[in-house]
T-cell receptor
Framework: DGGITQSPKYLFRKEGQNVTLSCEQN?????MYWYRQDPGQGLRLIYYSQIVNDFQKGDIAEGYSVSREKKESFPLTVTSAQKNPTAFYLCASSITGSTGGYTFGSGTRLTVV | EDKVVQSPLSLVVHEGDTVTLNCSYE??????LLWYKQEKKAPTFLFMLTSSGIEKKSGRLSSILDKKELFSILNITATQTGDSAVYLCAVYSGNTPLVFGKGTRLSVIA
């Protein structure tokens, strides 16, 4: 079945450590996105990529980095520069130029301990 | 800057009640408005609206868009406890990613 897989589902990190969240899709979608969700804040865009080897910053990119070496994969690294990384992270994908329908992964809950 | 505002932010109702969730938007190049339901993890798609005045319906849920007044409503009739979730509204304006509102948290109590 086609879909998006995020891993791990839960992640604990010590302060000062970098961590990488995985996002893989087999939908043949060109575009992929990372959103952060905090209670009462909705979804806020971190980074997005519309094509392999290219990506753009979203509204809250500081303290995060991404890569897009393959169409299927869009990993997100939460660096030690991110001051408040505890949150729920959602990855999504879509067909470029569509009317906006996204397919979401199940999310990764990151907790800094 | 594109903006999506949802109201109310939270709502508690009893089973059987009818609820109306609101979404207003300001975008420079509107293409579509989408509603998602998020229960625990991944948001699931409910409706996509592109034209004014045409109601989309799925069971007890319905939604309509007013492009002149720049808002949409999501109606849920005869609510059930399974309707408890966060309902997200998002707007698509072309080549940029979806812009989401903060969501409305709906709690349906028996």
């Amino acid at each position: 079945d086609g879909g998006i897989t995020q891993s791990p589902k839960y992640l604990f990190r010590k302060e000062g450590q970098n961590v990488t969240l995985s996002c893989e899709q087999n939908l043949n979608h060109d575009a992929m996105y990372w959103y952060r969700q905090d209670p009462g804040q909705g979804l806020r865009l971190i980074y997005y990529s519309q094509i392999v080897n290219d990506f753009q910053k979203g509204d809250i990119a500081e303290g995060y980095s991404v890569s897009r070496e393959k169409k299927e994969s869009f990993p997100l690294t939460v660096t030690s520069a991110q001051k408040n990384p505890t949150a729920f992270y959602l990855c999504a994908s879509s067909i470029t130029g569509s009317t906006g329908g996204y397919t979401f992964g199940s999310g990764t809950r990151l907790t800094v301990v | 800057e594109d903006k999506v505002v949802q109201s109310p932010l939270s709502l508690v109702v009893h089973e059987g009640d009818t609820v109306t969730l609101n979404c207003s938007y300001e975008v420079t190049n509107f293409r579509s408005l989408l509603w998602y339901k998020q229960e625990k993890k991944a948001p699931t798609f409910l409706f996509m609206l592109t034209s004014s005045g045409i109601e989309k319906k799925s069971g007890r849920l319905s939604s309509i868009l007013d492009k002149k007044e720049l808002f949409s409503i999501l109606n849920i009739t005869a609510t059930q406890t399974g309707d408890s979730a966060v309902y997200l509204c998002a707007v698509y304006s072309g080549n940029t990613p979806l812009v989401f509102g903060k969501g409305t948290r709906l709690s349906v109590i028996a």
